[in-house]
């Protein structure tokens, strides 16, 4: 089984920054996608950030610029650098690796962390 353990959320005031870790219990160079999610309180879970084995990278319009996905192979952690925060991007982010296209039983999910940002 699969684990994901994020790290590094907290409090931050709007224009500050955070980097957001998440360590994977096995190696991800097997899946296809790395992932970052947020979940806002009230709202659906979102797409935050994906890059793949090769590091191409996808980001949701609202954090292209601010937000930064990176991987290390070496170490089987994904890093989220967010810069330039605001109350937005407030929620609970989430980690999750799969392959693609999905298979079901074998996607997985970080237990998350939380990211606050006060104005």
């Known amino acids: 089984q699969v684990q994901l353990v994020e790290s590094g959320g907290g409090l931050v005031q709007s224009g500050g920054s955070l980097r957001l870790s998440c360590a994977a219990s096995?190696?991800?160079?097997?899946?296809?996608?790395m992932a970052w999610y947020r979940q806002a309180p009230g709202k659906q879970r979102e797409l935050v950030a994906t890059?793949?084995?090769?590091?191409?990278?996808v980001y949701q319009d609202s954090v292209k610029g601010r937000f930064t996905i990176s991987r290390d192979n070496a170490k089987n952690t994904v890093s989220l650098q967010m810069n330039s925060l605001n109350s937005e991007d407030t929620g609970v982010y989430y980690c999750?690796?799969?392959?693609?296209?999905?298979?079901?039983?074998?996607?997985?999910w970080g237990q998350g962390t939380q990211v606050t940002v006060s104005s």
């Open positions: 999750n690796a799969h392959y693609w296209p999905l298979r079901p039983g074998h996607e997985y």
């Open positions: 096995t190696s991800i160079r097997g899946f296809d996608i």
């Open positions: 890059i793949t084995p090769s590091g191409i990278t």
